[in-house]
């Protein structure tokens, strides 16, 4: 239902480093210089990563039904890491592109600055005008090219334990936990503190890392790391500075298990009830419900978080390099059209970045069995239209957001909060040069 795809850590850019080879290596041929195969079917390729969800649904498979002169050929990476490393090589090779490439969010602006004439502009093409208004224009050049057309985005919620929230006092209604921190992550913290005060069970944890919550906050604002000009501003910036500060508050307090998400101990730290909350966007709910399996069911729901903000998506886009862009414009411009995008929330759990898909019934009515019947569509959804109609990224996005998370992990080993900053700024310095 979900994927790991956003918020790369060391321990990936590590396996990234080590099965580089191995991606490089069954991509190396440049697939689009064979247009059909020996049948007289036009091949499209695509390179994806994580869970997509075009092959996983099928809906790969129902294309080339109703379009039988067309093959699709889809590689499919585990890690984006790793898949974003192997695809810069072939990006500046020129070659071992596919005709479809995927484009993580964090990667958007580094590909829209100096890769935009290796992809096709896809502002013409027909019926995209659905998307939210915020989305497309991660991937548009200043003069207007459109590299890409959006997949799935990751508005954000709060995924509690409604067992672990009442044996310490707070209520587990979904719509009386939401009030606790409406409009406000400081009451979200506060609410950690009250946790720890009542809490029956000394050894549960509020939340699984402070990482998460400072990724919450920052997403929910236009600035994060760069202005519009492509120029840093997280030092200055009060919403980083403030997001993390009171990351460095729930640390010092006690408040996390010190489980960044997705890193080691993470799962086993759902599977063992350990942590009580953590900031959960649409598409880690299906993670969430495997690690934690079966006898946690019920145990979960899911509430509004105190702000709106988007952690992740992604895009498909077109490479010059195709000698079959016309099929394959087609192709991404169903693939991500409304019906399809509902389609794959309801299958696995991406959230869509159209706009018009949101408000179809499969999206509005869905509901998580797992999650205690949460109607996640309407959750989500409502989040989605709260984030700001405007996202400034910037070219190391992704890694700079991954150095502060590993700056906060500093602080739960112990490092001083003016310690951990200067060595994240250090980090961030030299990763931008």
């Not at 956003?6 to 190396?28: N, R």
């Not at 007289?40 to 869970?51: C, Q, Y």
């Not at 006092?169 to 009250?194: C, F, I, N, Q």
Request: some cysteine.
């Amino acid at each position: 239902m979900a994927r790991h795809r956003f918020g790369t850590t060391l321990a990936s850019a590590t396996a990234a480093a080590v099965s580089l080879a191995l991606v490089a290596g069954c991509s190396s041929g440049d697939d689009s210089d064979k247009a059909t195969t020996k049948d007289g079917k036009t091949v499209i390729t695509m390179g994806l990563f994580g869970v997509m969800g075009y092959k996983e649904s099928g809906l790969l498979d129902r294309y080339m039904k109703d379009h039988p002169d067309i093959k699709i050929e889809a590689e499919v990476a585990g890690d984006e890491q790793t898949y974003y490393t192997a695809l810069q090589t072939h990006l500046a090779a020129g070659s071992g592109l596919k005709d479809i490439q995927g484009i993580e969010i964090g990667r958007a602006k580094e590909v829209v600055d100096t890769q935009a004439d290796k992809f096709v502009d896809m502002s013409k093409t027909e019926g995209v005008d659905h998307f939210l208004p915020w989305k497309l224009s991660q991937v548009t050049t200043k003069d207007g090219k459109v590299l890409g057309l959006g997949t799935d985005i990751g508005p954000m919620a709060i995924c509690y334990r409604k067992d672990m929230f009442e044996q310490a006092g707070l209520p587990t209604d979904r719509e009386e936990v939401a009030k606790l921190w409406a409009g406000d992550w400081s009451k979200y913290v506060e609410a950690g503190r009250t946790f720890k005060k009542n809490s029956k069970d000394k050894k549960l944890a509020f939340v699984d890392a402070s990482s998460g919550l400072f990724n919450a906050m920052i997403y929910g604002d236009e600035k994060q790391f760069y202005d519009e000009d492509g120029k840093l501003i997280y030092q200055d910036n009060p919403v980083v500075k403030d997001a993390w500060s009171l990351a460095v508050s729930a640390a010092e307090d006690g408040l996390t298990a010190k489980l960044p998400q997705f890193q080691k101990g993470w799962d086993p730290g759902l599977a063992q009830s350990t942590f009580a909350s953590t900031v959960c966007p649409a598409w880690m709910l299906g993670h969430i419900s495997e690690k934690a399996g079966p006898a946690n069911k019920d145990k979960w729901d899911v509430a509004r978080a105190p702000k709106g903000a988007n952690w992740g998506g992604a895009f498909i886009g077109v490479t010059e390099q195709s000698k079959v862009k016309e099929e394959a414009q087609k192709l991404i411009a169903w693939l991500t059209a409304p019906e399809q995008q509902a389609f794959i929330f309801e299958k696995l759990g991406n959230l869509p970045s159209s706009k018009t898909a949101l408000d179809l019934p499969a999206v509005t009515s869905a509901k998580s069995e797992y999650f205690s019947g949460a109607p996640i569509g309407q959750i989500f959804g409502a989040a989605a239209k709260e984030i700001p109609s405007k996202q400034v990224l910037g070219r190391k996005d992704g890694s700079i957001k991954d150095t502060f998370s590993q700056g906060l992990q500093l602080v739960d080993r112990g490092k001083s909060a003016d310690e951990a900053w200067k060595t994240t700024d250090e980090r961030i310095k030299k990763l931008t040069r």
